[in-house]
RNA sequence: CGGGGCGUGGCGCAGCCUGGUAGCGCGCGUGUUUUGGGUACACGAGGCCGCCGGUUCGAGUCCGGCCGCCCCGACCA
């Protein structure tokens, strides 16, 4: 994309509404601008780092074996009066009725419709265990909506449900989904530590929240330093053992919120780690909570009906844009993990009018095929670095007369700074 | 939902107490200037002062109602 003719407006001065340092960032980087209070509109940048995000999120629900498919953000409210939860849920659910006066809402999230579509379609024991999920918007009327996506009215998330012939079947999905999330948020760049958490509205008694590290998060956590040295993606983890030796390794050592931290417990742990936290995910096992309202039940091996064990499991992949600057940014500006940059370069072009500078940035433009962002706006080059840092993309490539008389581009790393002088050629092996 | 605050060109703000022709900085446009970290100068465009009603000769300013947004708390991916 050349800048020049982008929607992505920075903004020099932070706007009133904003008070924490993501939420701030996103608005002077341009990468969303508020609709209403918790609603926000994605702007092409910001919009690419949500699809980045997704993207790396899918491709560890698929490895695990999760089938994606998309369920509609409105909902009759018959299915929620099925399970009992429209009346349960409360005024954090919108309530809409259509021109027919019939009951609709925005669904907060998709356990009746998921158990809906189940229970139409799977009828035997030999079709199970499955995990489905899909990335679509949903709606929490919150009473107080603030911190910019991280805790907005609309928010994008990642929601998977898992549907097993009994309870040992439910935990081994359950384990699967914890890999599948452990190794997604490793692929962000960002230290993820699974905590047991209560079960919430959803109900439940098996249930871990996913909280990232981030210095300005909003609940302090108590981990053991073991957490810092795990690798996931060394290391094959697919059988039932190795899985449960997984799981072990992730509820072993102590992890906790100050909801649950128990100074005792905490007193034995050697290498203690204490920092911030921000939850952006959240897994339960919840039964037959679901399948035995609504009917669902398939046949058993002796023909007798089984209702299904099920699990839900979500990622707040909106929120987690938040929670990835809150993690990586320094005074001037986001510092993108490189798998989730809106753009893995920059092109500046120090000096747009002269030959040789135009010339080689063209060049350059053209061998990223689209893959960055070119930056050939008529402006000062204060504010091209400026900018550029406020961004965050990973590298910056300065073109400037100085150089591009002798072929050569300043490559800067956006993390740490450094810049080196080099030739076209490797300046890109470099960026890779 | 309890407590507090704020709505004035795109953004940040002053003006309101004490009513009298709407201001500043940034940004935007044009020109000159500058040319490797938000350059300087000049000219210019842009505002039903959140909305409705009231008081008054006259309301951004005073009064009433409504709407929106933000912060703290309780609640949450």
């Known amino acids: ?10 903004l020099k001065e932070t706007p009133a509404e ?27 940048l910001g919009w690419r780092v949500l699809q980045n995000i997704a993207r790396i999120v899918r491709e560890e629900q698929d490895a695990v074996g999760a089938q994606e498919m998309l369920m509609p953000t ?15 849920y409360g005024p954090e659910m919108l309530r809409i009725s259509d021109r027919h006066d019939r009951d609709i809402l925005y669904g907060p999230t998709n356990e009746e419709m998921i158990t809906d579509i ?3 379609s799977v009828k035997s024991y030999r079709e199970l265990p499955q995990m489905l999920y899909h990335i679509q918007w949903k709606f929490r009327d919150e009473v107080r909506p603030r911190f910019g996506v991280m805790r907005g009215r609309e928010f994008l998330m990642k929601d998977a449900y898992s549907f097993d012939l009994d309870y040992a079947g439910a935990v081994v999905s359950y384990r699967k989904m914890m890999l599948a999330y452990m190794r997604t948020f490793q692929r962000l760049g960002l230290k993820a ?9 959803i109900g439940g008694n098996l249930s ?24 996931f993606a060394a290391g094959r983890i697919e059988t039932d053992a190795e899985l449960e030796q997984f799981f072990a390794q992730m509820t072993t050592p102590y992890a906790a919120t100050d909801e649950k931290h128990d100074a005792a417990t905490w007193a034995q742990v050697t290498n203690q780690r204490e920092g911030r936290g921000i939850e952006v995910g959240h897994i339960f096992y919840f039964g037959t909570k679901y399948s035995t309202p609504m009917g669902l039940t398939i046949a058993g091996r002796d023909g007798a009906p089984i209702a299904p064990h099920m699990g839900s499991y979500g990622i707040g992949v909106s929120r987690l844009v938040g929670a990835l600057i809150e993690a990586n940014h320094d005074d001037a500006g986001i510092i993108w993990p490189d798998p989730v940059a809106p753009f893995r370069a920059v092109i500046l072009n120090l000096k747009p009018g002269d030959p040789a500078c135009d010339r080689m940035c063209e060049d350059l433009y053209a061998r990223f095929r689209g893959g960055a962002l070119y930056d050939d ?14 961004m965050g993309h990973p590298w910056q490539i300065v073109v400037g007369p100085r150089g591009a008389a002798g072929g050569r581009v300043e490559l800067k790393r956006r993390a740490g700074g450094e810049r080196q002088e080099l030739d076209i050629d490797a300046a890109l092996a470099k960026i890779g």
């Open 1 to 10: 994309m050349r800048l020049s003719h982008t929607l992505a407006p920075t």
């Open 208 to 231: 871990h929240e996913f909280i990232i590290l981030a210095p300005t998060g909003e609940s302090q956590v108590w981990y053991d330093a073991v957490f810092e040295e795990m690798d």
């Open 74 to 88: 409105i909902q009759p409210a018959e299915l929620w009066r099925q399970s009992g939860r429209y009346d349960a």
């Open 118 to 120: 189940f229970r139409q």
């Open 193 to 201: 530590i699974p905590m047991e958490a209560e079960s919430g509205p």
């Open 377 to 390: 706006r008529e402006e000062r080059a204060g504010v091209k670095f400026a900018d550029a840092d406020l």
């Open 18 to 44: 904003a008070q924490i340092v993501s939420h701030r960032l996103m608005l002077r980087a341009g990468l969303v601008r508020q609709t209403a209070a918790g609603i926000y509109a994605w702007l092409p």
